[in-house]
């Protein structure tokens, strides 16, 4: 197991630095080329340069080309820029319709309800491995809105469940195996943020692994260490570091103040993450039920096409999403070079309207994109809505300083006016924990990884208000997180953690009663082999309840029960059908022609009394990861619940539910 | 609910300031005085002065009553030193012997063993809480080897605990109650570290609040939240920060050759932190065992003049935990004051004799210290200890850098000798992390803890490495951190969140069975109030079996059934005795002189069969905070097995288990 976890670690590790070097090259692509080695990104085309010296090495495609019309420049960089877009979205959508349909979306709504004991292993497949990594670097780097950090936890998963089936006491085991994929989505989040502590974090909170117990993890802990150590020998960035989006802490004091411009945007945060729930799940409805279900790759090169010419116009929206979340959380500094004028002191205005545009325009597209035939992440778009929001209104707050200096309100304000006392990369910082509060409705991990992310550490507590905040006003609006939201929208066997409160009800409420059910009965001299055999056949469930009279004697898994009839009726075949088999254990002596069936019987299976109240056998299902209880009063069987029952009364209200239920493939 | 916690969260951040202050002032006063103004400790008192002016305003006890001999000074100045230290800490022992002596030790494996379902009120009164406050200000400024955090989770507690009591519904529901107190001691670390983050670990992973759910997590995150800024608010430090020691990060890098020294010091950390448990401990039993035992306040005040005088003599003992910690985190900076010494760079193995001096000391005297009769926290003195040792370790490390600049090893190191490539005083920060893991064998709180408190962020893998390789070393000679030996030790009903694995074993093996029970056993017609009565009265357990013949009914707790018989025997004396009651629920038009007993019964008692495997028995103490399971075989009852049971499969091998379980005190 630890050997897994640690080569799950490791290529996790690599695999993420080298999608990272993959997905620069390629969006790169699309503006130009490297003079001295086409395989060269921007960067690293430019990294022999002296600062200060423009780069000649880096030539865009009319630069290559040698066009110098500035028109047909423009229009062929342009018409470069989208075909390269169209031609990557198109690719990944291929890949992923041909090859692995599970490897479309983020993955994290069926790693959750994997982790919850749902089983499915075909979304956990070598194809979907390799098609979800290849797939995700197209789809990056076609400018789609749409992150890397959801599908890498899918690729962390599916490596560690490729690896599990080395070892076959593991792969046969579903707890473990539970267990060891939880570690591994762990390590998929520590790679992707370069976050091993929020990687641990979000896989306690989001991944609910608190149900498996504090070994997970330990486990998750040691493999996120790994697969951080491993990104960082690998390096992809250069800058042997870890954070990626490092704020220079100029100002290492807040003002309280600030809470006023903070709590708006935590207010604004929870408001667009709850509108942008709702249109994401229209939008997926919608698709569901119209002409586009039956034309999946059409529908993904005609929206990235959309995408890449609205893109290109706004030039926030056209570079990528990460060098965009760099910028807005970076503060100005006169002595480096000014992104696209964002620190223009006199063009406030003008910054202020391009990326409020910028924020509406993504929600806009992202609510579309994530949901399509194609890997994508929810993170990276929520962050960079975020920032932009909060770069808005940190200049609007800046602006205000400036403009009135003196007023009451500033006074904590050091009193020379040109020193900064408003840092609007920090209401970036801020806008991003909102958003992604309101999106995610997740806390603790959240504030880790952004404060890990971006080295904040002195600005902890206003990041913690915000998301608290957020998720406040978010939660006015429906509890759900986005994905949860996908997972109810599927109808996935995913128990929500949340506590249940009953209102009087018991168990017997809920439960299907004995009646209604198909079970085994035997009486005193067991059941005849055929009406078994019968039994089994004619009902696809899961399992029986096995009765003696109406004694409860125990539960019998079809799976099982197949098992073990097939051979002895296979046997002797005249008059196999004719034995007798008995589920009550034999004293050796007795009738010996009677086969004793009782080791079928599953040692687990709880009986219950249907007075139990509600509440504490929903705490049973969500604790002890449980598909089924049996209720008996004195012994005598009185009826079934299972945790499709408990499900559904969690989302019996939920307006999306089993939207998506017959699955989009 | 939540008013409750809003309240306990700025109860706590104002009272944790307080205590600041007061415990630097009381500090403070053992070697000097302000001359304007008694009530300001020495910072305060010199506040005024302007930097590189020597500060007047603060005395020495010596210069305040003009004694000009040096011979005369230093005994003066160290007699004074040594019997306030007396003073305060036999006050503090006098004080919590008299009036609350739940109010010793730091409190944190009774709060484990509450949040895990002892029930324990004492424990939380509000004499506790007055009394461990001041008790706890007391023994800190008396230079004892202790510090305040452990205590003021405890603290936290109380307050809540107190607030709860104004609302009946919240103080009768032992689970609301529960949950409550988990909210408030996450809000008692965030206080005590100035690390909101790092208490919502601490209460994950330590108080191990993952049974209770995710609701759990959330309201300790706003509870946190709360009394940080509340502390934040008050400002006791006057820096406007909330990190407590922040390390200059003048190397933001680190290379990949300072793993070798680190590792050593995980490792070290690893061994000293196991050989400081067993210590412990064994100072514990000890103390129980022998003729101390009657004389605690004679106890505390002998070893408080011990360490005072062994703490005059070696200036790194002498100041205060904090400002030694602080120093041992920071760089050396040509700019400021050299803090005793420690940045002279040609007495480099005088200060790493003194460091390794400091650190053993403090080790055997901080054994000795936690257990005495006085509230006494953990953290500081083990954070202070491995800072030694890192610090040392570190000062090694950067002597054979300058003495070997060219070695192959330091090839990594900028090519200037004079520009610093080894940090000492991160090694102090590793050295803490080592340490810390392997006393108490936390992990990922750990981490967020120190990182919070340090700021040093491009740093997370080193630390969460040395917690990693620490807790492994520290594993392997006994898997109990700190606590859950004195949980052990005192026996408290705390079942270990670790996973159990049987080897084949069912319940039926660990089971009291049926027949060595005491049970209530009636027939059809049900039983005399008599009998019940007399089997109520015999025997003192919490609760007995109900069976009708060796049909099992359910459980009766023995509360409920003397509240229910009680009044029905005082209701008619004559004949009261004689009347006979039921636990089957009656039907109307049924004999009506037979009372109906059955709502006696509980509702939640699980009833399993006893071939049930072990480790799913253990699972579900663990995961649903039971007290007891009843097992029935076919309705027949078979046997049943109490927490306490389970508790002595986890416990059985551990040593020093229940060698103080008669309470101390």
Same mark, same amino acid.
């Given at each position: 197991?630890?050997?897994?976890?640690?080569? +799950?670690?490791?290529?996790?590790?690599?695999?993420?630095?080298?999608? !990272?070097?993959?997905?620069?090259?390629?969006?790169?692509?699309?503006?130009?080329?490297?003079?001295?080695?086409?395989?060269?990104?921007?960067?690293?085309?430019?990294?022999?340069?002296?600062?200060?010296?423009?780069?000649? @090495?880096?030539?865009?495609?009319?630069?290559?080309?040698?066009?110098?019309?500035?028109?047909?420049?423009?229009?062929?960089?342009?018409?470069?820029?989208?075909?390269?877009?169209?031609?990557?979205?198109?690719?990944?959508?291929?890949?992923?319709?041909?090859?692995?349909?599970?490897?479309?979306?983020?993955?994290? #709504?069926?790693?959750?309800?994997?982790?919850?004991?749902?089983?499915? *292993?075909?979304?956990?497949?070598?194809?979907?491995?390799? $098609?979800?990594?290849?797939? &995700?670097?197209?789809?990056?780097?076609?400018?789609?809105?749409?992150?890397?950090?959801?599908?890498?936890? %899918?690729?962390?998963?599916?490596?560690?469940?490729?690896?599990?089936?080395?070892?076959?006491?593991?792969?046969?085991?579903?707890?473990?195996?539970?267990?060891?994929?939880?570690?591994?989505?762990?390590?998929?989040?520590?790679?992707?943020?370069?976050?091993?502590?929020?990687?641990?974090?979000?896989?306690?909170?989001?991944?609910?692994?608190?149900?498996?117990?504090?070994?997970?993890?330990?486990?998750?802990?040691?493999?996120?260490?790994?697969?951080?150590?491993?990104?960082?020998?690998?390096?992809?960035?250069?800058?042997?570091?870890?954070?990626?989006?490092?704020?220079?802490?100029?100002?290492?004091?807040?003002?309280?103040?600030?809470?006023?411009?903070?709590?708006?945007?935590?207010?604004?945060?929870?408001?667009?993450?709850?509108?942008?729930?709702?249109?994401?799940?229209?939008?997926?409805?919608?698709?569901?039920?119209?002409?586009?279900?039956?034309?999946?790759?059409?529908?993904?090169?005609?929206?990235?096409?959309?995408?890449?010419?609205?893109?290109?116009?706004?030039?926030?929206?056209?570079?990528?999403?990460? !060098?965009? /979340?760099?910028?807005?959380?970076?503060?100005? *500094?006169?002595?480096?070079?000014?992104?696209?004028?964002?620190?223009?002191?006199?063009?406030?205005?003008?910054?202020?309207?391009?990326?409020?545009?910028?924020? $509406?325009?993504?929600?806009?597209?992202?609510?579309?994109?994530?949901?399509?035939?194609?890997?994508?992440?929810?993170?990276?778009?929520?962050?960079?809505?975020?920032?932009? &929001?909060?770069?808005?209104?940190?200049?609007? +707050?800046?602006?205000?300083?400036?403009?009135?200096?003196?007023?009451?309100?500033?006074?904590?304000?050091?009193?020379? #006016? +040109?020193?900064?006392?408003?840092? #609007?990369?920090?209401?970036?910082?801020?806008?991003?924990?909102?958003?992604?509060?309101?999106?995610?409705?997740?806390?603790?991990?959240?504030?880790?990884?952004?404060?890990?992310?971006?080295?904040?550490?002195?600005?902890?507590?206003?990041?913690?208000?915000?998301?608290?905040?957020?998720?406040?006003?978010? *939660?006015?609006?429906?509890?759900?997180? $986005?994905?949860?939201?996908?997972?109810?929208?599927?109808?996935?066997?995913?128990?929500?953690?949340?506590?249940?409160?009953?209102?009087?009800?018991?168990?017997?409420?809920?439960?299907?009663?004995?009646?209604?059910?198909?079970?085994?009965?035997?009486?005193?001299?067991?059941?005849?082999?055929? !009406?078994?055999?019968?039994?089994? !056949?004619? %009902?696809?469930?899961?399992?029986?309840?096995?009765?003696?009279? *109406?004694?409860?004697?125990?539960?019998?898994?079809?799976?099982?029960?197949?098992?073990?009839?097939?051979?002895?009726?296979?046997?002797?075949?005249?008059?196999?059908? @004719?034995?007798?088999?008995?589920?009550?254990?034999?004293?050796?002596?007795?009738?010996?022609?009677?086969?004793?069936? =009782? =080791?079928?019987?599953?040692?687990? /299976?709880?009986? &219950?009394?249907?007075?139990? #109240?509600?509440?504490?056998?929903?705490?049973?299902?969500?604790?002890?990861?449980?598909? %089924?209880?049996?209720?008996?009063?004195?012994?005598?069987?009185?009826?079934?619940?299972?945790?499709?029952?408990?499900?559904?009364?969690?989302?019996?209200?939920?307006?999306?539910?089993?939207?998506?239920?017959?699955?989009?493939?």
């Amino acid at each position: 197991m630890w050997l897994i976890l640690v080569l +799950t670690g490791v290529g996790v590790g690599v695999a993420g630095a080298w999608l !990272d070097v993959l997905v620069r090259w390629l969006g790169d692509l699309r503006e130009g080329r490297c003079a001295y080695g086409f395989f060269y990104n921007q960067v690293a085309c430019c990294s022999e340069i002296e600062p200060g010296e423009v780069c000649t @090495q880096w030539q865009t495609w009319s630069e290559y080309l040698h066009i110098r019309f500035i028109f047909a420049q423009s229009l062929l960089q342009s018409f470069i820029y989208v075909a390269l877009a169209v031609a990557f979205a198109g690719s990944a959508a291929v890949l992923v319709k041909t090859y692995a349909p599970y490897a479309f979306h983020t993955g994290i #709504p069926e790693i959750k309800a994997i982790l919850n004991g749902y089983v499915l *292993d075909a979304f956990l497949s070598p194809w979907t491995l390799l $098609i979800k990594a290849l797939g &995700l670097a197209l789809a990056v780097a076609s400018g789609l809105s749409l992150g890397k950090e959801g599908p890498l936890v %899918h690729v962390s998963c599916c490596l560690a469940f490729l690896l599990s089936k080395m070892f076959k006491h593991l792969h046969r085991n579903e707890a473990r195996k539970r267990k060891m994929l939880a570690a591994a989505a762990v390590a998929g989040v520590s790679v992707a943020f370069g976050s091993p502590l929020g990687g641990v974090l979000f896989g306690l909170e989001e991944l609910d692994t608190f149900a498996s117990g504090t070994d997970v993890m330990w486990r998750g802990f040691v493999t996120s260490v790994i697969a951080a150590m491993a990104l960082q020998y690998v390096d992809p960035f250069g800058t042997s570091k870890l954070v990626l989006f490092q704020v220079t802490e100029a100002t290492t004091v807040w003002r309280w103040f600030e809470l006023i411009p903070w709590l708006f945007l935590a207010v604004l945060g929870g408001l667009f993450g709850s509108l942008f729930i709702k249109m994401n799940a229209a939008a997926a409805v919608y698709r569901h039920n119209s002409i586009l279900r039956s034309w999946p790759t059409l529908e993904v090169i005609g929206f990235s096409a959309i995408t890449a010419a609205v893109s290109y116009l706004v030039v926030f929206l056209r570079v990528q999403s990460m !060098d965009l /979340v760099a910028n807005l959380f970076q503060e100005c *500094d006169p002595t480096k070079v000014d992104f696209h004028g964002l620190c223009n002191a006199t063009a406030i205005w003008a910054n202020v309207f391009l990326l409020v545009l910028t924020a $509406i325009t993504k929600i806009a597209l992202t609510a579309w994109t994530f949901g399509m035939m194609i890997p994508a992440g929810i993170f990276l778009p929520t962050i960079a809505i975020g920032a932009c &929001l909060g770069r808005a209104v940190g200049l609007i +707050t800046q602006g205000l300083h400036r403009t009135f200096p003196t007023a009451w309100i500033f006074n904590s304000c050091p009193p020379d #006016p +040109t020193v900064r006392c408003v840092s #609007p990369g920090f209401y970036a910082v801020i806008g991003a924990a909102a958003m992604l509060g309101g999106v995610t409705r997740m806390t603790i991990s959240l504030v880790v990884i952004l404060f890990e992310l971006t080295g904040a550490l002195s600005h902890v507590l206003p990041i913690m208000i915000a998301v608290m905040v957020s998720k406040w006003v978010g *939660d006015y609006f429906g509890k759900e997180g $986005i994905y949860t939201v996908w997972i109810a929208m599927r109808e996935y066997p995913w128990l929500p953690p949340a506590e249940f409160h009953d209102t009087g009800e018991t168990a017997a409420g809920v439960m299907k009663p004995a009646e209604r059910l198909v079970v085994i009965e035997q009486d005193e001299s067991g059941i005849t082999l055929k !009406d078994l055999k019968r039994t089994v !056949d004619t %009902h696809p469930f899961h399992g029986f309840p096995v009765l003696l009279g *109406d004694q409860l004697l125990g539960y019998a898994t079809r799976d099982n029960l197949i098992e073990a009839l097939v051979p002895l009726i296979v046997e002797d075949e005249n008059m196999g059908e @004719q034995r007798k088999g008995t589920f009550v254990p034999r004293q050796s002596g007795q009738d010996a022609s009677i086969i004793d069936l =009782s =080791s079928l019987l599953e040692e687990s /299976v709880l009986q &219950l009394r249907p007075e139990m #109240p509600l509440e504490l056998v929903v705490g049973m299902f969500q604790r002890l990861n449980l598909r %089924h209880i049996l209720f008996s009063q004195r012994g005598r069987f009185a009826g079934m619940v299972t945790k499709t029952d408990i499900v559904r009364l969690f989302t019996a209200e939920f307006p999306y539910t089993a939207a998506l239920a017959e699955k989009l493939w």
